[in-house]
């Protein structure tokens, strides 16, 4: 499967960006999906997970009630909205699919998308 990660860009705190994570190579509507990030010095971390059949989700706290994941099946796309966006979300965002480990370890991975939030 192939990810093609798009949308980052620089923005003020308080702002909003919407990433998107294009999926070919593969059914979509079998996978599950997630977004991840990585802040420079620091790991990689799930910031965002959902699953292809129940839709269901899963966010880091430190993310939640900011950022929503969302899938469309037809597009065959993952969708990351971002808003009330915070400096200390400044990273680069990878799309990933087809869960191994649910919601942590995933077996496809896009290029990453740079989000840089200035204060």
């Known amino acids: 499967v192939q990810l093609q990660a798009s949308g980052g860009g620089l923005v003020q705190a308080g702002g909003s960006l919407r990433l998107s994570c294009a999926v070919s190579?593969?059914?979509?509507?079998?996978?599950?999906m997630a977004w991840f990030r990585q802040a420079p010095g620091k790991e990689r971390e799930l910031v965002a997970a959902?699953?292809?059949?129940?839709?269901?989700?899963y966010y880091a706290d430190s993310v939640k009630g900011r950022f929503t994941i969302s899938r469309d099946d037809a597009k065959k796309t993952v969708y990351l909205q971002m808003n009330s966006l915070k400096p200390e979300d400044t990273a680069v965002y990878y799309c990933?699919?087809?869960?191994?480990?649910?919601?942590?370890?995933?077996?496809?991975w896009g290029q990453g998308t740079l989000v840089t939030v200035s204060s």
């Open positions: 990933a699919a087809d869960a191994i480990i649910w919601p942590y370890d995933f077996g496809s």
């Open positions: 959902i699953r292809w059949s129940s839709r269901s989700t």
């Open positions: 190579g593969r059914t979509f509507n079998s996978l599950a």
